[in-house]
């Protein structure tokens, strides 16, 4: 499948904002959803549904192969060893807190610590700060460079003998860059340390080979890579999640019950207690197929190149200022424009029927790294195009006039 009229697969891309043709820029947000999942969630509803595992009926039967189907999906997506390590949940946020809740509470004591970054999303920030007020870890910031980012060395001096878990985001939500996961890994595990990777921004731009990697925990999100909401994954090399005790109880979970005990299920199942997201992960799989015909290498050359080409526009118009480094940003580009507050730059953008975000993007410590109280932020995914990208800067200049006025 090529990205040529790949606008025609998403419905909703087909309308118009006061009285202008939607240009979606809030894709780091949620992303659009095509025909085929939306079409898989309808099939599920219609003739499939019936919940899984427990039953013997033809429906239940058709439900669970579907659920299971999906969960193999994600498996041979990530290049994990086996589909038992692949938890789904509600999305990238309860993956890091499943994480966070049942291993990291077992394994930390006082005087322990736990590396992460500021860039961090509030999803893979506060968990941490959590865990550490529980159990008296210390928690140790990678510190960041003038443009946001971190360097290597900076990594290597942080992450100590004393470090039990280090914590980071394979790409920002705000700047944009990839963060050098591998070799954080490789630096984490030196000092016995394991490592849990937020991968929200980075699966629906990229390939992603947990194996490769060598992560310990890579969380991520179905809404943002064409799939719904409310479905995530976790994944988790086999042996710390067998060693993880389950946060949630009740039907699906256990293996065995009595009136003041009970035995769990083998992984994942033991993660998953009642009814799980079935019609979620059905469109998860359906999403995954979506992205692998089109191709993760030609999705990330498209928004890499999309992206570069808005920066070279938005260098263009005097005030600009945006955030992070020049080069190497997947899909979005966070900025202000003068002193137009970012919800005011939103709102009149609105009308141009360009669709953007501005406020703090759950990174309130990166926002007062750059003393900004709020920044607007443009992301761009496959469907989006240069005539999109034109539009906004458009917009952008009549914006610019208007508070001129």
Not at 60 to 73: F, I, L
Not at 206 to 221: E, I
Not at 243 to 266: C, R, T
Not at 326 to 337: A, E, I, M, P, Q
């Given at each position: ?11 909703i ?18 992303t ?12 599920y ?7 899984v595992h ?5 429906l239940?039967s058709?439900?669970?192969?579907a ?34 809740s ?17 860039m ?11 865990v ?56 984490a ?47 988790g ?17 256990i ?28 469109g ?6 979506f ?9 990330e050359?498209?928004d ?20 992070g ?40 410590p990166?926002?007062l ?11 761009f995914?496959?469907y ?10 458009l917009?952008?200049e ?8």
């Amino acid at each position: 499948m090529k990205l040529i009229n790949i606008r025609k697969q998403f419905p909703i891309l087909n309308q118009e904002i006061y009285g202008h043709p939607l240009v979606y820029l809030d894709n780091a947000a949620s992303t659009q959803k095509p025909l085929q999942v939306i079409e898989s969630l309808q099939q599920y509803y219609e003739q499939d549904n019936a919940n899984v595992h427990r039953g013997v009926h033809t429906l239940s039967s058709r439900a669970t192969d579907a659920y299971e189907g999906a969960r193999k999906k994600v498996a041979n997506f990530l290049n994990a060893k086996t589909e038992k390590e692949v938890t789904f949940t509600r999305g990238t946020t309860s993956s890091i807190n499943l994480v966070a809740s049942s291993y990291a509470r077992a394994v930390c004591n006082e005087g322990d610590e736990i590396v992460i970054s500021a860039m961090e999303h509030h999803s893979n920030l506060l968990p941490w700060q959590q865990v550490a007020k529980a159990t008296k870890a210390k928690l140790k910031y990678i510190p960041l460079q003038n443009d946001g980012t971190f360097s290597i060395g900076d990594v290597e001096k942080t992450i100590t003998d004393h470090t039990k878990i280090v914590a980071i985001s394979h790409v920002s939500n705000v700047l944009g860059i990839a963060n050098p996961v591998k070799q954080i890994a490789a630096i984490a595990h030196k000092h016995g340390a394991i490592i849990i990777v937020d991968g929200a921004q980075s699966v629906p731009h990229m390939k992603v080979d947990v194996q490769d990697l060598n992560c310990d925990f890579y969380a991520f999100s179905g809404h943002k890579m064409c799939g719904p909401t409310g479905i995530g994954v976790l994944y988790g090399k086999k042996q710390l999640l067998e060693q993880m005790e389950p946060i949630e109880f009740g039907g699906e979970m256990i293996n065995h019950v009595d009136l003041y005990d009970a035995s769990w299920k083998e992984l994942p199942w033991k993660f998953e207690g009642g009814t799980p997201i079935i019609a979620g992960a059905i469109g998860l799989g359906t999403a995954i197929d979506f992205l692998k015909a089109i191709g993760l290498d030609t999705i990330e050359k498209h928004d890499k190149q999309l992206t570069s080409y808005a920066v070279e526009r938005m260098k263009q118009i005097e005030d600009v200022r945006m955030y992070g480094p020049d080069d190497g940003r997947f899909g979005l580009v966070t900025f202000n424009l003068g002193k137009v507050h970012p919800h005011d730059l939103a709102t009149v953008l609105d009308t141009y029927g360009i669709a953007i975000r501005a406020g703090h993007h759950c990174c309130q410590p990166l926002m007062l790294h750059f003393e900004a109280s709020a920044t607007a932020r443009a992301s761009f995914y496959l469907y989006n195009t240069e005539e999109d990208v034109d539009r906004f800067i458009l917009a952008l200049e009549k914006t610019k006039e208007f508070f001129k006025k």
